[in-house]
């Protein structure tokens, strides 16, 4: 079986306090640090032991991963399957990075966000041009409010020409023509998060070789569709993978319309679609502060 697994636990903390994410500064209990580490590696033996599968895995925690042993020691674990062909995971960078010299960097990615106002912007650009020197594949990106613009082009100016920097649109603010055209600057791509794509009775790759799972190891066909397939670890999500239309009226995130079979976004990113790196380089835009 050739699968893509988004999975998301119970963790929920997070060591920065964006406005605009529900999930700031949050502290889990230590109770829910030990559930969420033991979930983890629950999926993580799960994973190991599927060597006649052929895995892709993307973290998607709420909270910052990174900065837990246990997301640092799964990926790298992970990482060293020779089935797995890729393991991701969401971050903000804040973390270590000398880990990454034990995993295996042809199947490791990260998916790294930039937050202004959250870490000075020195550090961040150090960090994604230490994992650049270290060799490791990865995209970094920004939420595209207004007071971000500057700091996205001064990034994407720093950046090497090689490493994408997407952005995506901010919930709920409308982009107008001028704007969307100084954000495409930044990102050639941007004009597919700019509006909602709709959805309703289209094709998805999710419910058939893309699926979400959750600490438990309850299986959904994808993180904004409640219906259950099965479960990972009795195996009963298998007899429910299938070809299978989207029931919600628009999809708004790229973590899912990604796998919307009527956009081509698995050309645009092909060999990086769950680490957000399209295919093809350089992806320096030539971004101006105009």
């Not at 032991?49 to 997301?71: A, H, K, M, N």
């Not at 020779?82 to 960078?93: D, F, G, K, S």
């Amino acid at each position: 079986m050739d699968l893509t697994l988004l999975y998301r636990g119970p963790l929920a903390s997070c060591d920065y306090d964006c406005p605009y994410c529900p999930f700031a500064k949050r502290r889990d209990s230590p109770r829910t640090l030990r559930a969420d580490r033991a979930a983890l590696e629950r999926f993580t033996g799960w994973a190991a032991g599927q060597d006649g599968d052929r895995l892709r895995i993307l973290f998607t925690p709420w909270g910052e991963g990174l900065v837990r042993s246990w997301y640092r020691r799964a990926m790298v674990e992970l990482s060293l399957l020779p089935h797995v062909e890729r393991v991701a995971i969401q971050t903000n960078l804040s973390g270590r990075t000398a880990w990454l010299d034990d995993a295996d960097r042809d199947s490791l990615a990260l998916w790294c966000t930039y937050h202004p106002g959250q870490t000075p912007y020195d550090r961040f650009l150090g960090k994604a041009l230490d994992l650049a020197a270290r060799g490791v594949r990865f995209s970094v990106g920004v939420v595209g409010l207004p007071e971000h613009h500057g700091e996205a082009v001064r990034l994407r100016n720093a950046l090497p020409d090689h490493v994408y920097l997407w952005v995506n649109a901010a919930e709920g603010h409308a982009y107008t023509d001028a704007e969307a055209a100084a954000w495409t600057a930044v990102d050639p791509l941007f004009g597919y998060s700019r509006h909602p794509h709709r959805s309703a009775g289209l094709p998805c790759r999710t419910g058939a070789s893309v699926v979400s799972v959750d600490g438990e190891g309850t299986v959904r066909r994808c993180h904004f569709v409640r219906d259950e397939l099965g479960n990972l670890y009795d195996g009963s999500y298998r007899a429910a993978l299938r070809p299978r239309p989207c029931p919600l009226a628009v999809c708004d995130c790229h973590i899912g319309y990604v796998h919307l079979e009527t956009l081509p976004l698995y050309d645009v990113f092909a060999g990086g679609v769950l680490e957000r790196i399209p295919a093809g380089a350089p992806w320096a835009a030539g971004a101006t502060g105009a």
